[in-house]
């Protein structure tokens, strides 16, 4: 089966630093994705990893541990606009891309 | 830029009834993709569509669900006789192809509120 956890909600200033954590259980991996999705709209891709290690995109990083089942999302420089859901998404084995999204996190950027 | 496009915005149908969700792809994408999403919930994947068939289904996508590609660009969920529990947005994706990196992401439309009453 597949089991992705993520924090419900998370609050956070504007200008600070915040980490999102996510840990999957799943029958196979095959890359694990961020996304973020504003209220009402659609998920938009953030990030994708599927070696350990770091993936840096401007204000935005991903790292991956796949011993652990351990991803975190960085967000540095945070602004009003960063305030939405961030989703983990995992691919499990396989040829056809899908994939499983976790419940995702609720993060208010606060003035 | 190119984007996933989804009609209507909004669906509004009584229960039993048939409703047809439609969605272009980006135009030189292979794989397409219904996601469905309750209110407050995750967002959960339904089926994925490649070389004009389906590649894989979840347990969500009973015989109630159909999708087809009835030309070069359209790409169309249809649920034959909707249930109350079947109100939801419903998020179409497409994806090119494998890259030398080995993935690509999926881009999603802004989806179909589906409203059953």
């Known amino acids: 089966g597949q089991n992705i956890d993520q924090p419900t909600e998370m609050t956070a200033t504007e200008g600070a630093i915040v980490q999102i954590n996510c840990t999957y259980q799943?029958?196979?991996?095959?890359?694990l994705f961020w996304y973020q999705q504003h209220a009402g709209e659609a998920p938009t891709f953030l990030s994708y990893?599927?070696?350990?290690g770091l993936e840096e995109k401007g204000r935005f990083s991903s790292f991956l541990s796949r011993s652990k089942g351990y991803s975190y999302l960085l967000l540095k420089e945070l602004q009003m606009k960063d305030s939405a859901s961030y989703l983990c998404?995992?691919?499990?084995?396989?040829?056809?891309?899908?994939?499983?999204f976790g419940t995702g996190t609720k993060l208010q950027v606060i003035p | 830029e190119p984007e996933v496009t989804q009609t209507p915005s909004h669906q509004v149908t009584q229960m039993g009834q048939e409703v047809i969700l439609r969605c272009v792809p980006i135009s030189n994408h292979l794989y397409f993709y219904w996601y469905r999403q309750i209110l407050g919930q995750k967002v959960e994947f339904l089926v994925s569509f490649y070389n004009n068939e389906i590649s894989e289904k979840s347990e969500i996508f009973d015989d109630q669900f159909s999708v087809e590609r009835p030309d070069g660009s359209n790409f169309t969920l249809k649920i034959r006789s909707t249930k109350l529990e079947d109100s939801a947005m419903y998020f179409c994706a497409s994806r090119q192809t494998l890259t030398g990196t080995g993935v690509t992401e999926q881009f999603f439309g802004p989806g179909t509120r589906l409203t059953v009453l």
């Open positions: 990893n599927v070696l350990d």
């Open positions: 799943t029958s196979g991996f095959n890359g």
């Open positions: 998404a995992v691919r499990p084995s396989g040829g056809y891309q899908k994939v499983t």
